[in-house]
Nanobody
Framework: QVQLVESGGGLVQTGGSLRLSCAVSGRAITRYDVGWFRQAPGKVREFVAA??????YYADSVKGRFTISRDDAKNAVYLQMNSLKPEDTAIYYC?????????????????WGQGTQVTVSS
C-alpha cells in the first residue's frame, strides 16, 4: 500500500521560509516521480515542483524561491520554500506517479497525501 504523508506546514510572515516534508511508503522514490501541488481557497490545484530521477521541475511562480530535493535513504522528498509571499498560501500536497509522460498535470500522479496547510501573513 502506497502512502504519502506531508508535514512541515504552518504560519509564517512574508519573506519567511518553511520546509515541507513528504514521507513515502510502499514505493521507492528512486523509481517514481514525486511532485508538490497546492490549492488555495476557491482556486484549482496547481503544480508547484517535481523531481524525476536527477531532474527537477518548477512552476514559474516559485522558480528561484522553492527547491525540491529528496533523501533516498529516508524515502522522503522535501520542498524548501524561501521568500514566501501571501499568494503562496494554500494547502500543499505531495503526490507520486510513474516515470513516464509530463510531470506537471495532476492526472499524472496516482497517489496523493492528505495535504499540509501553509499560511503566509502580510
Amino acid at each position: 500500500q502506497v502512502q504519502l504523508v506531508e508535514s512541515g506546514g504552518g504560519l509564517v510572515q512574508t519573506g519567511g521560509s518553511l520546509r515541507l516534508s513528504c514521507a513515502v511508503s510502499g514505493r521507492a522514490i528512486t523509481r517514481y516521480d514525486v511532485g508538490w501541488f497546492r490549492q488555495a481557497p476557491g482556486k484549482v490545484r496547481e503544480f508547484v515542483a517535481a523531481i524525476r530521477w536527477g531532474g527537477t521541475y518548477y512552476a514559474d511562480s516559485v522558480k528561484g524561491r522553492f527547491t525540491i530535493s529528496r533523501d533516498d535513504a529516508k524515502n522522503a522528498v522535501y520542498l524548501q520554500m524561501n521568500s514566501l509571499k501571501p499568494e503562496d498560501t494554500a494547502i500543499y500536497y505531495c503526490a507520486s506517479g510513474p516515470v513516464v509522460g509530463a510531470v506537471k498535470p495532476d492526472a499524472h500522479y496516482d497517489y496523493w497525501g492528505q495535504g499540509t496547510q501553509v499560511t503566509v501573513s502580510s
